[in-house]
């Protein structure tokens, strides 16, 4: 009987999905960051009175003051 017979070998790789959720995470705090960002710079100081007035009218309905 040789060593290798009567031996279990056992080894462990880190699973590629663990990689790919923090890989994914990451892509979607970044994605929420720059929606927030073009919201907040695009619309809220849009010259365009309706997109304006509606970023207006949602900030006043979550209670944060604006004026």
């Given at each position: ?39 907040v710079f ?26």
């Amino acid at each position: 009987m040789s060593a290798q017979e009567g031996s279990v070998h056992t080894t462990y790789a880190a699973p590629a999905s663990v990689a790919a959720k923090s890989t994914s995470a990451t892509v979607q705090a970044v994605l929420a960051m720059a929606l927030g960002l073009f919201v907040v710079f695009m619309v809220g100081f849009s010259h365009i009175d309706v997109l304006h007035n509606a970023a207006h009218d949602v900030r006043h309905s979550n209670a944060f003051p604006c004026h």
